[in-house]
């Protein structure tokens, strides 16, 4: 399995397969990553799930995978959390972030096809993987494969989405680098 898949089955996982999903993906993949305490602060607007979905996350802040944890798409998808790896590739500061749409990294020659099968995934809660033309704060361009997988809480609804972020940078005759 991918480590990309396997960070998203991982914040995915049943309550209480997440410890053991983790664990085996840093032995899997070699990583040095320690799964830190939960968090007993919460923002009062925060749910009890919203905030297990965070620590998950966060548990994966210094891998080099961007992940960002969104809202429900009829919210218009608002960022909850940015691990800290991705915001530092970025340039964006999390209080930037949350409360807004994801569309923020999108560059200035969206590919359309590319948008629509987000859309798609979005309106009809299925997984889907592209590769987009985004941009980081200060405007600079990279390259960025994405997967989108829907959170499903237990009425069965799409109660969040979990994205994973592959960025390369783009050098200047256009060709993708990594």
Known sequence: MTLRRGVLAAIDADRGAFRSR???LIDEHGLDLALPPARSDRPADRTERES??????????????????????YRDTPVVYVNR????WTGYALDELRGRN?????????????RADFREALSTWSAVTVELRNRRRDGTPFANRVSLRPLFGDAGTVTH???AQEPKAIDRSGEDSR
């Open 52 to 73: 297990v979905l965070v620590d998950r996350v966060r548990a994966f802040d210094d891998l080099p995978l961007g992940l960002t944890l969104t809202g429900p798409a």
């Open 161 to 163: 989405w979990i994205a």
């Open 85 to 88: 790896w991705f915001r530092e």
């Open 22 to 24: 983790f664990s085996a």
């Open 102 to 114: 994801p569309r923020l990294f999108q560059g200035a020659d969206p590919d359309a096809d590319a």
